[in-house]
């Protein structure tokens, strides 16, 4: 998990598609040590603290799955899960507005 991540591509909700936004430079990042995590957009942070996971405590709203869930500053938080290249953040229910979040690691933990 350590690694700076990028937002690539994004599944649902409402926002109109513009493909800019997935493009690398986009400046849509979360950034992850053992223990840390911030998240950035356009170089600012706006969310930062310490970080666990919970195994198999999160839920894919839009499947029923079980997956993983993030703890943040001790915090239950988004759920998500590592599949393949690709980090996925699930924000609800696709048809209530919901939307699957895609990152790709564009650099190692530094």
């Known amino acids: ?3 700076l991540w990028e ?3 994004e599944s649902g909700g409402q926002v109109p598609y513009d ?6 430079g986009n400046g849509s990042l979360w950034k992850f040590t053992q223990t840390e995590f911030a ?4 170089d600012s942070v706006y ?3 310490t970080y666990a996971i919970r195994l198999g405590a ?21 759920s ?3 599949r393949n290249d690709t980090l996925r953040f699930y924000y609800g229910f696709i048809p209530a ?7 790709v690691k564009i650099a190692e933990d530094h």
């Open 97 to 103: 507005d919901g939307d699957i979040e895609m990152y």
């Open 39 to 42: 998240r950035i957009y356009k």
């Open 47 to 49: 969310r930062s603290g």
């Open 19 to 24: 493909p800019n936004n997935y493009k690398p």
């Open 80 to 82: 998500f899960e590592l």
């Open 1 to 3: 998990m350590p690694g």
């Open 7 to 9: 937002l690539r591509a």
């Open 58 to 78: 999160g839920t894919d709203l839009n499947t029923g799955r079980k997956i993983d869930q993030f703890v943040f500053n001790n915090e239950p938080a988004e």
